[in-house]
């Protein structure tokens, strides 16, 4: 039977230095962000946060954040450290990254994202203004001289329609993309879609259908929203071969969460991991890790935290 896997979004900063996106909810944030440093989540919480995705079974789908949150050195840190409690590669997806911090975060990585969200160039000038393609694209060329793999994001949903299809296949064919996520726009609140109810669900289905149908090989991750789990054997059936974006601790066991994994078992996958068995902790397997004595506790007690509140739910 096939595998489907849930690829956990790390958030690890709420800054973004470009924020002015029109359908980003970091936008919406970024006059409220006085320091970027207090932005950022704190170490102990994030690597509690991957210690939970290996135990859970999740992959972690990216590390995420807004352009500018981190430094070459405070992210080279983090994402060491995400590694040696991971104990695997893992994606990242911070913007645009220059080659000197590309270089010393391969090691660490399978690979980088590209935030290109619609290939509709008219729509992407007035939905991402300061963030043009052609970067990410530069960005994926030095990808390929380090071996690393190449994720795009696409959100269905902003004006596109379906005949720019053939853009999406220029565009992967181009750069030789090996993963698409695909999101459904989600409209949230003070940006220009908040009136927008998002695509409808055959409309979004037909773009993973087509990106299947023309890249048998390519990885294709379905991004459903909490309002979207009812469609994940849709989704699957279509083409998609992981999901991502439900808030899996959040929601942990939850209605929601048995309906994902319902909507997997009909489906011809089978899912890795879970949303609603709770983890089995192993406190010294974290007291054993290489961190300072502080951090190691500090993510312990993170871990509890989050174990309590999926054990709530
Ligand atoms: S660059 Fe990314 S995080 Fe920043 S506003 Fe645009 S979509 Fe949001």
Request: glycine share 6%; hydrophobic share 35%.
């Amino acid at each position: 039977m096939k595998k489907v896997y849930f690829e956990r979004a790390i958030f690890i900063s709420w800054y973004c230095s470009l924020g002015d996106c029109t359908y980003c909810y970091m936008s919406t944030q970024k006059n409220l962000i006085e320091d970027p440093e207090k932005a950022k989540r704190s170490t102990s919480s994030l690597l509690a946060e991957a210690y939970l995705c290996k135990k859970l079974g999740w992959k972690i789908g990216n590390l995420a954040a807004g352009y500018g949150s981190y430094t070459h050195d405070s992210i080279l840190e983090l994402v060491k450290n995400i590694y040696e409690i991971y104990g695997k590669k893992f994606w990242l997806n911070i913007g645009v990254l220059p080659e000197k911090t590309i270089v010393a975060l391969q090691p660490y990585l399978e690979g980088i994202y590209g935030a290109v969200e619609t290939v509709n160039l008219d729509i992407h000038k007035k939905v991402s203004p300061n963030k043009p393609i052609a970067q990410i694209e530069n960005m994926f060329k030095i990808c390929d001289k380090y071996n690393l793999k190449k994720a795009m994001t696409f959100i269905v949903g902003m004006g596109e329609t379906i005949q720019d299809f053939e853009k999406l296949k220029e565009f992967i064919n181009k750069n030789k993309v090996d993963k698409i996520v695909f999101y459904a726009l989600n409209p949230i609140k003070g940006t220009m879609f908040e009136k927008s109810s998002g695509p409808e669900i055959e409309y979004y289905l037909e773009w993973i259908q087509k990106t299947r149908k023309t890249f048998p090989d390519i990885q294709i991750t379905a991004g459903p929203w909490v309002n979207r789990v009812g469609s994940v054997k849709m989704m699957l059936d279509a083409g998609a071969n992981a999901i991502t974006k439900f808030p899996a601790i959040k929601l942990f066991n939850s209605k929601h969460a048995k309906t994902i994994e319902n909507e997997i078992k009909e489906s011809n996958y089978e899912l890795q991991g879970t949303f609603t068995k709770l983890p089995e902790i192993n406190e010294e397997e974290i007291m054993g890790l290489s961190f300072d004595n502080s951090l190691k506790k500090g993510i312990l007690e993170k871990v509890k935290e989050y174990v309590s509140s999926m054990h709530k739910s």
